[in-house]
Nanobody
């Protein structure tokens, strides 16, 4: 299994970012995918999940209405569109596959600051 996150960066409050996670080593289209995040000094927390077909999504209350998870099964990639970003969204963001929930990539840093 390999998961490679990208797209993070520094953004001002109210701004947007789109994260990507390229997956390999398993049959991507068969498995749900999720995004998690870990802020400094805090435990990793769940952000969003999308089913294998993309037909259903779920979000943590803290991001509902601001973040959108999507996937492209032809490209083995899952995305996280993040709008109306807040300083409390600052964290390292990770994707995770239901194929092997114990595997984590290197993550991508998102910093929301003026």
């Amino acid at each position: 299994v390999q998961l490679v996150e990208s797209g993070g960066g520094l953004v001002q409050p109210g701004g947007s970012l789109r994260l990507s996670c390229a997956a390999s080593g398993f049959t991507f289209r068969w498995y749900a995918m999720s995004w998690y995040r870990q802020a400094p000094g805090k435990e990793r927390e769940w952000v969003a999940t999308i089913t294998s077909t993309g037909g259903s999504t779920n979000y943590a209350d803290s991001v509902k209405g601001r973040f959108t998870i999507s996937r492209d099964n032809a490209k083995n990639t899952v995305f996280l569109q993040m709008n109306s970003l807040k300083p409390e969204d600052t964290a390292v963001y990770y994707c995770n596959s239901a194929f092997d929930v114990s595997y984590w990539g290197q993550g991508t840093q998102v910093t929301v600051s003026s």
